[in-house]
Structures are given as C-alpha cells and as structure tokens.
C-alpha cells in the first residue's frame, strides 16, 4: 500500500504564488508516475500535471501550462507543484496521485493511489 499526504493548500489572493507536496510513504515507487489533479465545487476531478518517476518527462494541463510546474524527488519520495500567477478559477481541493503504469498518465482510472487532499482557495 502506498500512503500520500498532501500539505501546502491554502488562502491566496490572485497573482500570488503557492507551492504544494505530496509525500509518499509505504512502498518503493519505482517507476510509479506521479501526478495533481484538482476538483472545484460542483465540478468533476480533473488532471493537473504528471511526472515521470525519474523526472524527466511532464506534462501539464494547458489551463495551468507557464504558470504551474510539477516536479519530484524520487530519493525522498516526494512531488511538488509550483503554483504561480494563480487565478479563481485554480480554487479546488488537490489531491496527489501515483499510477502504477507509470508515464504521462492523465486519467484518474490510470491512477492507483489518492491522497485525501488539500484546499486552495484563490480570492479575487
């Protein structure tokens, strides 16, 4: 089993920047990917961005692309996002996630395990 915690959610005003982590306990993730995904009030989960487990490959979602960036340290099992420039709209609960399959996965039926979250709220 592999447990997530997020920590690093928060209240920030538009234009602010924020950064959240996710560490990762349990298990070996080799060659697990790793990723972000955010839900909004009303909305369903939706992908934020993905890591490969060696960091070398990512892909980020267009809404948040030059203005998030994920990254990890595969030696102390943790991933990170950067988050700049934030707007309203990045409001949601973010969950870490880690896919056994490993790749630029961006489905959360590709992801094995969740992390239970952690708020970002963006004022205006």
């Known amino acids: 089993q592999v447990q997530l915690v997020e920590s690093g959610g928060g209240l920030v005003q538009a234009g602010d920047s924020l950064r959240l982590s996710c560490a990762a306990s349990g298990r070996t993730l080799s060659n697990y990917a790793m990723g972000w995904f955010r839900q909004a009030p009303g909305k369903e989960r939706e992908f934020v961005a993905v890591?490969?487990?060696?960091?070398?490959?990512?892909w980020h979602a267009d809404s948040v692309k030059g203005r998030f960036t994920i990254s990890r340290d595969s030696a102390k099992n943790t991933v990170s996002l950067q988050m700049n420039s934030v707007k309203p709209e990045d409001t949601a609960v973010y969950y870490c996630?880690?896919?056994?399959?490993?790749?630029?996965?961006?489905?959360?039926?590709?992801?094995?395990?969740w992390g239970k979250g952690t708020l970002v709220t963006v004022s205006s």
């Open positions: 890591v490969t487990w060696s960091g070398g490959l990512t």
């Open positions: 996630a880690a896919g056994a399959r490993g790749g630029l996965i961006r489905t959360t039926n590709g992801m094995n395990y």
